[in-house]
């Protein structure tokens, strides 16, 4: 407030050394109409107060609000909170009240005039994004007696983006102003035909009926335009959202891609997998909360290595005591899992309860930017970060490790592979626990945009395979691209079929797809998968 003040003071001066000499008697003016006893002329000083600048006029407007302006025989005094008193004229501090003062007096609608004009002198505030976002204010309230100080402003503003917003408040309430000349009308529409947001679409259908003609061209050719231009970053940012869900089918089907490929094994549990690296997560969260605070914005990533142990290491034993037995039994895998899947529900269940537990998100991963006309969340941009990241890991393993290259073996023909020295055992167990534990890494990043509760898994299960199958069992290429086809499919259909029905939808086109093309979008090719 004190810098407010002394760059209304500073303005006053100018404006008292270099305007001519009625500008100081018009601000004289508000003082007489102060004293005046009448709401239309409390009203009138007010803008006079605004107009001119007067270096009093935020303390004299506050104090009004607040009826601590009082008025009489001529003179004008602000009653401070701390029961002071103020000269309004000088600013000067009075020993006591005058004699013969009354409050000024406020009515309903005096009120809005006041609070009016307190947005009005955000306008002037030294802070750029102070003034950005009174001039925001300004354009929604479109209120007509702030238009002089908005022209002043603009004619001093210096930051760019401060005097945009500016510029669409004074288009704002110029486009309702019927008495504004035509060329200013015009010059408004165009103004907020480059700002071309939906509060700039809903200003400009605004325009009262009675425009003339050029107005009205002008108009339909600024709607027509933004309407174009809406409807280009909608599809964009529908896009953006299918990238965002393509990331994380990804991350839920990577890892069944593994299991899924080498093994052909149905593992109805891998959601369970990603919830137990989701409870990692809020497990970690617990304890650096109650012991070690200071560690909270590293709790992501001391997660991580502890949600692919866990996840694996359940992997592993799950394989290890019940998924061995039953090789080439599919039926009887599928049960067996979906078994497991239960007591692994109901286990944590017992011991979390059934409530959704909170993850925090470290400040990296909170709240939004804007691109152009996009509104990107951090939390989902980093999300399609790691999931490349591990998509880059997972191919290396495969591609540069001795594990890896005995995985690819097993998977093109585990007989030849057995034959050749591999112990498919061994690889069956490590593959299952890696897949596992890729799906430990997932719920680690679901955590930060679903619900963390006993049932995270079953949201993501019939979706994963799905991806699995359509991009080409045990391929990574093909589980790459049918996460991000399925995502983006999905996000661009929701808009005109909604949510449950672009779902059936996909589910059918992946059925004939299926029936045309069995082995998926990028099959394995070797003797025993061909045969």
């Known amino acids: 407030m004190l810098c407010l003040l002394r760059l209304l003071r500073s303005l006053a001066v100018a404006m008292v050394l270099f305007a001519p000499p009625a500008l100081a008697q018009s601000a004289e003016e508000a003082f007489t109409r102060l004293n005046a006893d009448s709401f239309s002329d409390t009203a ?48 000067q501090t009075l020993p ?24 009005g002198l955000g306008l002037l505030n030294p802070d750029a994004s102070k003034r950005t976002l009174a001039a925001e204010a300004v354009f929604k309230s479109r209120d007509v007696s702030l238009l002089p100080v908005l022209e002043a402003a603009i004619g001093k503003e210096t930051d760019a983006k401060a005097r945009a917003a500016l510029r669409q408040a004074q288009a704002a309430i110029l ?108 497990i970690v969260q617990e304890i650096i909360r109650t012991s070690f605070p200071g560690l909270f914005p590293y709790s992501l990533a001391i997660a991580l290595p502890l949600a692919f142990l866990v996840a694996g290491l359940v992997g592993i034993a799950i394989e290890r005591g019940v998924i061995r037995f039953l090789y080439g039994r599919p039926l009887e895998t599928l049960l067996a899992t979906w078994g497991i899947s239960l007591i692994l529900q109901q286990a944590v269940r017992t011991a979390f309860g059934p409530t959704n537990r909170e993850v925090g998100a470290p400040a990296f991963m909170s709240g939004a930017f804007e691109l152009g006309g996009l509104a990107i969340t951090w939390n989902r941009l980093w999300i399609i970060v790691f999931a490349m990241l591990v998509f880059a890991s997972l191919l290396a393993i495969l591609r540069l490790t001795p594990i890896g290259l ?126």
């Open 44 to 91: 009138r000083a007010v803008d006079i107060l605004i107009a001119t600048a007067h270096p009093q006029a935020a303390p004299i407007i506050e104090a009004l609000a607040e009826s601590r302006l009082l008025a009489g025989g001529g003179a004008v005094v602000v009653r401070t909170r701390e029961g002071g008193f103020i000269d309004a004229r000088t600013g």
């Open 96 to 119: 006591a009240q005058p004699a013969g003062l009354s409050p000024v007096r406020l009515n309903n609608n005096l009120r809005r005039v006041v609070q009016a004009a307190l947005g």
């Open 175 to 282: 486009i309702a102003k019927t008495d504004a000349p035509p060329f200013d009308r015009i010059a408004a529409i165009d103004v907020l035909r480059e700002r071309g947001d939906q509060d700039a679409l809903a200003t400009l259908r605004s325009l009262p009926g009675d425009a003339s003609q050029a107005l009205k061209e002008a108009q339909t050719r600024a709607i027509t335009e933004i309407e174009g231009r809406l409807a280009v970053w909608r599809a964009a940012q529908n896009l953006w959202y299918g990238l965002s869900l393509g990331s994380v089918l990804l991350l839920a089907a990577i890892g069944l891609a593994i299991t899924f490929g080498v093994m052909g094994v149905i593992n109805m549990a891998h959601g369970e997998m990603v919830m137990l690296g989701a409870y990692t997560t809020f």
């Open 406 to 531: 005995q995985m690819r073996a097993v998977t093109q023909n585990r007989r030849m592979a057995s034959a050749m020295g591999i112990r498919t055992g061994r690889v069956d167990a490590l593959t299952f626990g890696l897949g596992s534990g890729v799906a430990g890494l997932a719920g680690v990043a679901l955590s930060q945009i679903d619900n963390v509760s006993p049932n995270l898994g079953q949201s993501y299960i019939i979706d994963s395979f799905m991806v699995v199958v359509f991009g080409g069992v045990g391929n990574l290429w093909g589980t790459l691209v049918g996460a991000m086809t399925l995502g983006v499919a999905n996000k661009l259909l929701e808009p005109y079929a909604g949510a449950v029905l672009a779902k059936i939808a996909l589910l059918v086109l992946i059925i004939l797809f299926i029936q045309k093309r069995p082995r998926g979008l990028f099959a394995l090719k070797g003797r025993a998968v061909e045969a």
